[in-house]
């Protein structure tokens, strides 16, 4: 089900069976400890401002900016003692029944490798960066920890039920691309918009998305874009919002997901909150893949 390009078709070498490997911390070169510290630099100059409170009271709980790639033994030793979460590694992607099965044991599935210096922005894949800096620091918040565990046991189910492309689109624009209403505005909580310079700035500030206002049934319906910036984002009241929304039953949102026609990407609704009703003018430049 995985929008992203290779997904392994079982555990590679050295891999354990839920697809573990070591995090290997000492074999990080210099290079990529500078790389990482790169990365960060460049985000702190962007987030103040932009990212909730609740993603930089996380990344400071965690103190990810002692110089370099962050040892994992010494990270879950503060995050599992914050909210039972532990970060392990793996290779790469992983079938979502495996993914889904760490999510729902409150553990983060992180990549173990770092984008090489020419290649900051351009990143294909998930790498630490993109997994730790992006999603760890939400993973201290009780509620955002209790939503991702919710949101494993779904996926298990779902995967049963074929609502996986429905449960990856609320992931996509939650956990990913979500932004929150803070109380001096619009902030970002989603890994890949606030692991991401540009989408950083551009997320809240450039008038081609449209932002609308979180709608579950209605987000599990948008189709979404895996290779540039979004062309819509959703705005949450509050964390506690989406916890309660997936302590619910999901079975009669799956129902009713069934024979729900899928919504275009720059779609705004009768029904929706709008914040923002954007021009598309940045996503009318490209042709790009649609999932
Ligand atoms: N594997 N390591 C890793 N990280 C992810 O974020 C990930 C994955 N496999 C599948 C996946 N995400 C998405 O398809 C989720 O929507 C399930
Ligand atoms: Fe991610």
């Known amino acids: 089900m995985s929008d992203f390009e290779h997904v392994f078709e079982k555990p590679p070498e050295g891999a354990a069976a839920d697809w573990t490997i070591p ?20 985000q702190m100059n962007i987030l103040p401002g932009r990212a909730a409170d609740v993603f930089l009271r996380g990344l400071e709980a965690l103190d990810l900016n002692t110089g370099g790639i962050p040892d994992f033994g010494l990270m879950n030793a503060k995050l599992q003692a914050l909210t039972g979460w532990t970060v392990v590694c793996v290779p790469g992607l992983v079938p979502d029944e495996v993914f889904f099965d760490h999510l729902a044991n409150r553990r983060f599935p992180s ?9 900051l922005d351009s990143l294909q894949e998930p790498d630490i960066f993109h997994d ?9 918040d009780p509620d955002f920890a ?34 929150v ?16 310079a540009t989408e950083s ?19 599990m319906r948008t189709l979404y874009r895996i290779d540039d910036f979004q ?52 996503a009318g430049k490209g042709g790009r893949f649609a999932a």
Do not use: C
């Open 23 to 42: 995090q290997n911390w000492r074999a990080y070169t210099e290079v990529e400890h500078q790389t990482w510290d790169t990365l960060y630099a460049r």
């Open 111 to 119: 990549g173990q490798f770092i984008r090489k210096p020419d290649q």
């Open 132 to 140: 730790v800096f992006g999603h760890v620091p939400m993973l201290t």
């Open 146 to 179: 209790a939503y991702m565990q919710a949101y494993g046991q779904g996926g298990q189910r779902a995967a049963g039920l074929g609502m996986l492309p429905n449960l990856a689109r609320l992931y996509w624009y939650t956990v990913e691309f979500g932004l």
């Open 181 to 196: 209403q803070d109380p001096d505005g619009l902030r970002i909580y989603g890994a890949g918009i606030v692991s991401s």
């Open 201 to 219: 700035v551009f997320a809240l500030e450039d008038s081609s998305p449209n932002r609308l206002g979180f709608e579950l049934e209605r987000v």
């Open 231 to 282: 062309q819509v984002y959703f705005v949450i009241d509050s964390i506690e919002q989406l916890k309660r929304e997936t302590l619910q039953d999901f079975g009669p949102i799956y129902q009713r997901q069934n024979g729900a026609e899928a919504i275009a990407i720059d779609a705004i609704l009768p029904t929706d909150k709008v914040y923002t009703r954007g021009t598309q003018a940045y």
